[in-house]
């Protein structure tokens, strides 16, 4: 059962996971092996400190972003049938539409554009071959070379020859990968479910997801949101032999920016709060099971929140009568870690707070985290992938982000600004030399304490083993103090605004 001061919950990393997903560890050997690959990123933007995050597994050196994709129709978007369509204007990504009839071939990694033996020059020209990697980050040629390359190929079919379709779908095919960084919390929301909300959100749940490097943990993990995106169960291309027909299949994701969705390119102008609405929908049923669970075990009468359709959701250890708002450490027990998070736990308290401790372990489903950081008001953790989790706060509430040297880019440009986007009430606190476990390490004149840029413009290598993997924090709580002041005064002006709007 989860206490109501001190509760002990999964930071869903799934670095556990390594055997299941090896070429994304190969991944990471190969960028640190050869980090030097130019990148469209670095001709962008080559004065920027950071690049695409990978956090605790991958951050890479370089100050390298893309822009925002261009808002205009894409080269793709009206595609006639027999045609298979590439867009490789986007740095993030290559997306490829094909219309007709479209045989999936996985013993050759194929997808097959079926074409009479009798069509035009024309007719074929528009049918060309092509080649794709379905994956977000096609600027980082290490990651890229691990993601199963699938071929788009233009078959000539005899008109006498019988079609041969084991399943035939009248809906669309998305087909993507979760290989790459799979298995980094950030990545799995960045690289891959915010594009599928991007991609597939127009088509109404009429389409069928079809996975490359397909993994059983990702569907049990993701499987809610997967259901809020499409009425049919995803097929695993490698290993599912039948061979399944479409008559539209888009190949590839579609991806804005860092944890964002640009709603001008959107039906209904959705953006980053409606795929916040859709987080809501994906774990309400869930959520609401769990508290019953808890309810039943405790032997306690069922709440309000589960009669009558209320989805609101209380824990069950959570008196009623409480008034004070929810504050959630995000905890990390390896690198960058608070060393006096207890000085932190205490100095909440007293600011008024109820505090939840959250730990990383591997067996708590993210349902339970959503449950969690959806019913707090304040979110403090140290910049890290298990930031991400912000996603999971309610509009209104208050992200404070503790930023160690070496890291203020990375930690405004992958949570900060995407916080803010949110609608989230962002804090950073940006530590003081004296507050890293790097001042008792080098002189006070080092360029580690003095100048991390430079210090980070020696290499990815430096960069992780300095600053990632080589800093933890302590928090000076006099300082601290004053963005839990902060954060409180934002609640209770929240508060005061929900109780007098009219009923």
């Known amino acids: 059962m989860v206490h109501h001061h001190r509760a002990t919950l999964l930071l869903h990393h799934n670095h556990h996971h390594h055997h299941q997903h090896s070429k994304a560890g190969d991944a990471l050997l190969l960028m640190l092996a ?25 951050l890479q050196l370089g100050r390298t972003r893309c822009d925002q994709e261009s808002t205009a129709p894409t080269p793709c978007s009206a595609v006639p049938n027999g045609t298979i369509c590439c867009d490789r204007t986007a740095p993030r990504t290559d997306v490829c539409v094909m219309r007709g009839d479209i045989h999936t071939h996985a013993a ?102 079809v996975m490359l490097e397909y993994h059983d943990w990702w569907i049990t993990k993701y499987g809610h949101i997967v259901e809020q995106l499409s009425d049919y169960e995803p097929i695993d291309f490698a290993n599912d032999t039948r061979t399944h027909c479409f008559r539209e299949a888009v190949v590839g994701l579609r991806i804005h920016d860092e944890l964002a969705i640009d709603a001008s390119t959107m039906p209904g102008n959705q953006g980053i709060q409606d795929f916040r609405h859709m987080l809501d929908d994906a774990y309400r049923a869930r959520i609401k099971a769990i508290v019953e669970e808890e309810e039943a075990e405790a032997g306690l009468p069922p709440p309000r929140s589960s009669v009558g359709g209320d989805t609101k959701v209380r824990r ?70 298990a930031m991400t989790h912000f996603l999971f706060m309610r509009p209104g509430s208050v992200f404070i982000q503790v930023v160690p040297l070496g890291t203020d880019w990375a930690a405004e440009n992958y949570y900060g600004q995407p916080a803010r986007r949110l609608g989230l009430r962002y804090i950073p606190y940006k530590i003081l030399p004296s507050e890293s476990s790097l001042y008792w390490r080098y002189s006070s004149d080092d360029p580690v304490l003095t100048d991390p840029v430079t210090v980070n413009a020696k290499g990815w290598q430096v960069t992780k083993k300095v600053y990632l993997d080589g800093q933890n924090v302590r928090l000076d709580m006099a300082r601290f103090r004053r963005r839990l002041r902060e954060a409180y005064a934002h609640w209770a002006t929240q508060r005061r605004r929900q109780q007098s709007k009219p009923l």
């Open 34 to 58: 050869g980090f030097a690959v130019a990148s469209c990123l670095l001709l962008l933007l080559p004065s920027s400190p950071f690049s695409a995050a990978m956090d605790d597994l991958l």
């Open 108 to 209: 050759s990694n194929s997808l097959f554009l079926l074409l009479p033996a009798n069509s035009s020059s024309a007719a074929r020209a528009r049918a060309a071959d092509q080649r794709i990697r379905p994956y977000t980050r096609k600027w980082e040629s290490s990651v890229m070379s691990t993601i199963d390359e699938l071929r788009l190929r233009a078959v000539p079919v005899p008109e006498a020859e019988p079609e041969r379709c084991d399943v035939r779908h009248n809906v669309t095919a998305v087909v993507f990968s979760t290989g790459g960084y799979t298995g980094n919390v950030y990545h799995e929301f960045n690289d891959g479910i915010i594009p599928l909300y991007i991609t597939a959100r127009r088509y109404n749940k009429k389409v069928v997801f």
């Open 316 to 385: 069950a250890t959570e008196p009623l009568e409480d008034d004070k708002p929810r504050l959630v450490i995000v905890s990390r027990n390896g690198s960058r870690a608070i060393e006096n998070e207890a000085d932190l736990v205490r100095a909440a308290t007293r600011a008024g707070f109820r505090v939840d401790l959250l730990q990383p372990r591997p067996d708590t489903e993210l349902a339970e985290m959503y449950r969690v950081l959806n019913g707090s008001d304040v979110m403090v953790g140290v910049h890290g992938a």
